[in-house]
Nanobody, 124 residues
Framework: QVHPVESGGGSVQAGGSLRLSCESS????????MGWFRQAPGKEREGVAY???????RYEESLEGRFAISKENAKNTWYLQMTRLTPEDSGMYFC??????????????????WGQGTQVTVSS
């Protein structure tokens, strides 16, 4: 059973960095996508970054360059490195998994399994 669990959230001052981690309970999947999402109070959840089993990545255009997604297969873990944080980056960050997924051009992931979220707060 896939059960993503996030960690690494916290409070940081503007301009600082944080690295979020997400661990999933199984990697017996033949193919998968992992993603990071965020939701600020009063706003809709938005996709931040995705990565598939082959290492193909995709980013929310406005965040590429400041955020980087990566994975460590041996630890069943993927990461979101966030730099030059601003107060607008504050919110709850969620990781998610879609099985049977590859980030080919034009494919929009439909994530099936979600973590509980980790809070990120950036102060000015």
């Amino acid at each position: 059973q896939v059960h993503p669990v996030e960690s690494g959230g916290g409070s940081v001052q503007a301009g600082g960095s944080l690295r979020l981690s997400c661990e999933s309970s199984t990697y017996t999947l033949r193919s998968y996508c992992m993603g990071w999402f965020r939701q600020a109070p009063g706003k809709e959840r938005e996709g931040v970054a995705y990565i598939d089993m082959e290492g193909t990545t995709r980013y929310e255009e406005s965040l590429e360059g400041r955020f980087a997604i990566s994975k460590e297969n041996a630890k069943n873990t993927w990461y979101l490195q966030m730099t030059r944080l601003t107060p607008e980056d504050s919110g709850m960050y969620f990781c998610a998994v879609e099985t049977d997924c590859r980030l080919v051009p034009g494919y929009k992931p439909d994530f099936e399994y979600w973590g509980q979220g980790t809070q990120v707060t950036v102060s000015s």
